[in-house]
């Protein structure tokens, strides 16, 4: 029980982790285009041990180039030498006919040689197109890859300015405003209450010295004396002392 636990716990994390990939897009275009590049890669030490062998071959078609030239000298020799009486007809034909031998098979490895780097050239010119076409592929990926991080940076970046935005333009902000704007108004009101009220005693201050005029009446200094025993007894002293002296 404990180990299938075990078992069901990593199937788990392993599909958890997979779906995860699999939700990103943009991880997953890059992972394509890692696997590309690998891609890219291999073929390209394809193509090289192919023009290895294509070297190869090439290399074999000189040496039994010369090796057939070799043998079809020696043969003359040997033939030569029997004409010249060096040599006895019979043996110089038959070391004559075996120098022939390795001349032909000399010219088969030659023929089979170019027929391999004919192939190999084949391959290598096909195996160069698609390597060439891969490697413009990859890059045109990675571009758009580039575009496309770039566009969803913009994307989020917007997507939570605009989302901060209108949490602020929801009822509670607008509530808020408005009680910001009634409490201005009312200061504001107050303020010119104020203003006004002042200009009200101002002016009332002007009607009354300009209705008493510049000498006070008996009856108006008489009140005022009382007025001023109301609010200011230790005044109405001094004043006394004043008039005494």
Do not use: C
């Not at 109301?230 to 006394?240: H, R, V, W």
Request: net charge negative; glycine share 2%; no cysteine.
């Amino acid at each position: 029980m404990n180990l299938f636990q075990k078992f069901f716990k990593v199937i788990q994390s392993f599909l958890h982790g997979f779906l995860n990939h699999i939700q990103d897009p943009i991880l997953m275009a890059e992972q394509a285009i890692r696997d590309l590049k690998k891609d890219y890669d291999t073929s390209m030490k394809n193509l090289a041990e192919i023009k290895a062998l294509s070297i190869e071959a090439k290399e074999k078609i000189s040496q039994n180039t010369e090796i057939a030239k070799d043998y079809e000298k020696k043969a003359l020799v040997l033939l030569q030498k029997a004409q010249n009486g060096e040599l006895e007809q019979e043996k110089a034909d038959r070391l004559a006919s075996e120098a022939l031998k390795k001349k032909q098979e000399a010219i088969e490895e030659i023929k089979k040689q170019t027929l391999s780097v004919r192939n190999y050239d084949s391959m290598s010119e096909k195996l160069e197109t698609k390597i060439s076409g891969l490697k413009e592929q990859i890059e045109n990926w990675e571009g758009q890859v580039k575009t496309l991080k770039a566009r969803h940076k913009v994307a989020v970046t917007t997507k939570k300015i605009n989302q901060k935005m209108l949490s602020k333009s929801d009822n509670t902000a607008q509530a808020l405003l408005e009680n910001l704007k009634e409490t201005v108004n009312k200061e504001e009101a107050l303020a010119t209450a104020y203003d006004e009220m002042n200009t009200i005693e101002t002016d009332i201050d002007k009607e009354i010295n300009e209705a008493i005029g510049s000498q006070y009446s008996n009856d108006v200094q008489q009140s005022l004396l009382e007025l001023k025993k109301q609010i200011a007894p230790k005044y109405l002293l001094e004043q006394k002392d004043t008039e005494n002296q």
